[in-house]
């Protein structure tokens, strides 16, 4: 009696493989199509496509988040980087005139300047109406990748600049040039960035939130005086200015400073600028 292993060929032994078929769709696509309410797209796809109203949520761009993921670089950093190295001396050189910036303890100028130089160089960005563009970062070779693994320490590898900390960044200068902000609201706006009380551990903290209340209370005067009946451009200036925090300073560093400066820290860069009398 023949077992029942043998009564029938074992077919799929001789069937031919199949090509596999890779997916070169984005994940992030894909992930948001999962989410999507399958209700919605039920009765949105029954609806009359011929209707232009029915189609207008097609044509709105949408940007991938792997795109926002990636790594960018200058496209023209020679050029850029001498407008940005230009920008930063002019910032620190403006602090380091301010009087009432040169009266307090050593270690409060410091605080101020690790806290400031960022929104304030982004200032510096938007008065002089520093305009760029960035490409994707040039993958490294393997053999470069396996000197730099036997050559730098994981604490020595740094944050890269991404397209959506980029992109953050450009909103936030358009914000400023649509507001066509004159020199001295430019100056006031600077004040109130630099003191900034919020800073831990500042020893004149009293001091410095009175200088603040001045700069800001100086703002205003000369918006008024520009700008008369614009009462909620004073407003707006304020709202435009806190999105500087959300612009971090080692996009900043990376982006603008890491292709002139090596391997140095920026902000020992920025200390020496300071306190050389």
Request: aromatic fraction near 6%; include cysteine.
């Amino acid at each position: 009696m023949k077992s029942p292993s043998c009564e029938r060929p074992l077919a799929f032994h001789c069937r031919p493989l199949q090509p596999v078929k890779m997916d070169n769709r984005c994940h992030c696509a894909a992930s948001s199509d999962r989410l999507s309410n399958p209700i919605l797209f039920n009765i949105l796809s029954q609806m009359d496509n011929s209707k232009p109203s029915q189609n207008c949520f097609n044509s709105i761009p949408h940007r991938c988040n792997c795109e926002l993921r990636q790594t960018v670089c200058l496209k023209r950093p020679s050029e850029i980087c001498k407008e940005a190295s230009a920008v930063l001396v002019k910032t620190v050189h403006f602090m380091k005139n301010l009087p009432a910036f040169n009266q307090m303890p050593p270690n409060d100028q410091f605080a101020l300047l690790k806290s400031s130089w960022a929104p304030l160089f982004i200032l510096g960005l938007a008065q002089e109406r520093v305009d760029f563009e960035v490409t994707d970062t040039p993958a490294d070779s393997m053999l470069k990748k396996i000197l730099l693994n036997r050559q730098e320490s994981p604490e020595m590898e740094r944050e890269q600049p991404t397209m959506a900390g980029v992109s953050k960044l450009k909103s936030c200068l358009k914000k400023f040039w649509s507001l066509d902000l004159s020199p001295k609201e430019y100056a006031y706006l600077k004040g109130t960035t630099i003191f900034n009380p919020d800073v831990p551990d500042l020893k004149a903290a009293l001091f410095v939130e009175g200088l603040q209340q001045e700069a800001q209370h100086a703002l205003s005067e000369v918006v008024q005086l520009l700008h008369p009946g614009h009462q909620e451009r004073f407003a707006r200036i304020l709202l435009t200015a806190s999105t500087l925090q959300s612009i971090t300073p080692s996009l900043i560093t990376e982006l603008f400073f890491r292709p002139v400066i090596g391997q140095a820290d920026l902000l020992e860069l920025l200390v020496d600028m300071l306190f050389c009398r």
